[in-house]
């Protein structure tokens, strides 16, 4: 079983940027496709940001045009920059990793975006 591991998580003022890092134990090139989720609090997990092997990304349309998702298959890392965020990105921000078909999570890392 693979594991993930997010990092990068804070606490941000609106208008700011963070960078998250998800660092798999497995060769990410193995995986059909990487995700990021999100879960604020009361609240279901939501789609954020996709990739597959191809590099074609795909995003909600809450953060289409804020968030990029990448990722390198050296390092075993998918990434998520966050620009511009706002409040309403508050939430635990989890990545996941889609291999055949198991589906792998992280634990999460906490997004806090407040003046």
């Known amino acids: 079983q693979e594991h993930l591991v997010e990092s990068g998580g804070g606490l941000v003022q609106p208008g700011g940027s963070l960078r998250l890092s998800c660092v798999s134990s497995g060769n990410i090139s193995s995986a059909s496709s990487l995700s990021w989720y999100r879960q604020a609090p009361g609240q279901e997990r939501e789609f954020v940001a996709i990739?597959?092997?191809?590099?074609?990304?795909g995003y909600a349309r809450s953060v289409q045009g804020r968030f990029t998702i990448a990722r390198d298959d050296a390092k075993n890392t998918v990434t998520l920059q966050m620009n511009n965020l706002k409040p309403e990105d508050t939430a635990v921000y989890y990545c996941?990793?889609?291999?055949?078909?198991?589906?792998?999570w992280g634990q999460g890392t906490q997004v806090t975006v407040s003046s």
């Open positions: 996941n990793s889609l291999v055949g078909r198991r589906v792998y």
């Open positions: 990739i597959d092997t191809a590099g074609l990304a």
